[in-house]
């Protein structure tokens, strides 16, 4: 478990003194901005979280933490605290799981350093699924995906737009199940981190370390595995869970005295990602009890 002494500074770590009310109000801990696939700048989508009655937010990008300095500054300006984060890809048993850090200094040079690799990483596996598209006769450029990634950590997301604006294919879906989905003809794995790999360079950055998604793809054994390896907790609620996925993952954080956590996965930009905003949230005690086993200690 990370102390804030182990950061190597005598400040507290960043959300250390977030200013979280004892009254139960709503947090949504997974969302993205253009520093990832998001649609929104971390600005607009700090504006979106207020509007949608959140009040503490985690902004998750992929491999990215740029997104933290400015949601920071617009959450101070609306009441909504951030906590910073960001979602990590390792590879267990050959199957991409997502790791979502939490509370992570967004200054430690060691997670930011990370960071930059990974994302050097995406861009050479983006360019092996571009040759891989030309091979299938589909004449897309590389430079047609950045330019849809922007400043963005580049994922399959950008080249399915990238796809579908050049009328390759008629939807964003059909991206993926027609070529670039796992095992599509065009599909290429990610740089492969392991699990204990991740939780070491999250907690070594001051943060918790939770596994988004789960019930997209994994086993009970799987997920113990995890558990043993260090995981902190688990993303409880989430739109792809039904109600009896999140009474499973609830029970196992019970089992295992792990940690909860949820939120909406907000991207923006994308069908239903809109009218679900501030529905797939969690209250904030659960955030409370996060910071908690961090900052008590
Ligand atoms: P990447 O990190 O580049 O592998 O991209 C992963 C992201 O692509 C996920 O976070 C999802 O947002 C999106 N994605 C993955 N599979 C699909 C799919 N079958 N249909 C639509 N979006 C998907
Ligand atoms: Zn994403
Ligand atoms: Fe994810
Ligand atoms: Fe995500």
Known sequence: MARTEELG???PAQGANLPIS???GKADLHTHTTYSDGALSPQELVQKAA????SVLAVTDHDHVGAIDEATAAGRELGITVVPGAELSVSL???DLHILAYFIDPT??????????FRGERLRRAERIVQKLNTLNIP?????????????AVGRPHIASALMEEGHVGSFHE????????GGPAYETKFQLQPEEAFRLVTASGGLSFLAHPGRYLSEQELLELIKMGLDGIEVT????????????RSIVHQYFLLESGGSDFHGGRKHDDELFGQVTIPLHVVETMRSRLFSQ
């Open 22 to 24: 004892p009254e139960d």
């Open 175 to 182: 991206a993926f199940d027609r070529f670039i989905g796992i």
């Open 93 to 95: 048993a050959g199957k």
């Open 238 to 249: 989430h739109p792809s869970h039904s109600d009896q996925q999140r009474a499973y993952y």
């Open 140 to 152: 897309l450029k590389l430079d047609t995906v950045l330019e849809y990634a922007g400043i963005g």
């Open 51 to 54: 509007a949608a009655g959140i």
């Open 9 to 11: 500074t005598n400040e």
């Open 108 to 117: 430690n040079r060691r997670f930011l350093d990370y960071l930059a690799f």
